[in-house]
């Protein structure tokens, strides 16, 4: 569906792990790409594609 919708998400976190910290930001962190080319326009349709996605929240219990 992101990449139907032109929307660019780079991957930080690349499968070396499946252990603690590393695995789960892999497993849970989104990263996209905002910078100054992009305006109101464009914000608002990204948020409107995530939502439609079902993005949401990730909590990781650190203890």
Do not use: N
């Not at 032109?6 to 790409?33: A, M, N, Q, T």
């Not at 100054?36 to 990730?58: C, F, N, P, S, V």
């Amino acid at each position: 569906m992101l990449m139907e919708e032109r929307i660019y998400l780079p991957v930080h976190w690349p499968k070396l792990s499946e252990e603690g910290y590393c695995g789960f930001l892999r497993d849970h962190e989104l990263s996209l790409v905002i910078d100054q080319r992009y305006g109101t326009k464009d914000m608002r349709r990204i948020a409107e594609t995530l939502a439609k996605a079902g993005a949401r929240g990730a909590e990781y219990d650190h203890r």
